[in-house]
Nanobody
Framework: QVQLVESGGGLVQAGGSLRLSCAASGRTFSSYTMGWFRQAPGKEREFVAAVNWIGESPFYADSVKGRFTISRDNANNTVYLQMNSLKPEDTAVYYC????????????????WGQGTQVTVSS
């Protein structure tokens, strides 16, 4: 079992930055692929970024590539999402997720989810 708690969301102007954190409980955190997803009002949840258990080969949605960076600290059971050059279209609830599949981009491949943190980007 893994429990996930996100933090770091908030209101920021376009072009600004935010850093999301996801604290995980559970002794097997380091064995999971960790991902970030987001869901805007009236839209489906979409993949943002993920990183495998060892922290190598992170992969991103095209919409955030070059602006967002995912990283993980297995010693502290935490995964981060650094978001730079934010745009109004990045506004959404951001969710942290854990799964066992390497390279997974689909929400159904993640077994554990946090409660989400709101990110609002004003124009």
């Amino acid at each position: 079992q893994v429990q996930l708690v996100e933090s770091g969301g908030g209101l920021v102007q376009a072009g600004g930055s935010l850093r999301l954190s996801c604290a995980a409980s559970g002794r097997t955190f380091s064995s999971y692929t960790m991902g970030w997803f987001r869901q805007a009002p009236g839209k489906e949840r979409e993949f943002v970024a993920a990183v495998n258990w060892i922290g190598e080969s992170p992969f991103y949605a095209d919409s955030v590539k070059g602006r967002f960076t995912i990283s993980r600290d297995n010693a502290n059971n935490t995964v981060y999402l650094q978001m730079n050059s934010l745009k109004p279209e990045d506004t959404a609830v951001y969710y942290c997720a854990a799964g066992v599949f390497v390279g997974a981009r689909q929400a159904r491949n993640y077994s554990y989810w946090g409660q989400g943190t709101q990110v609002t980007v004003s124009s």
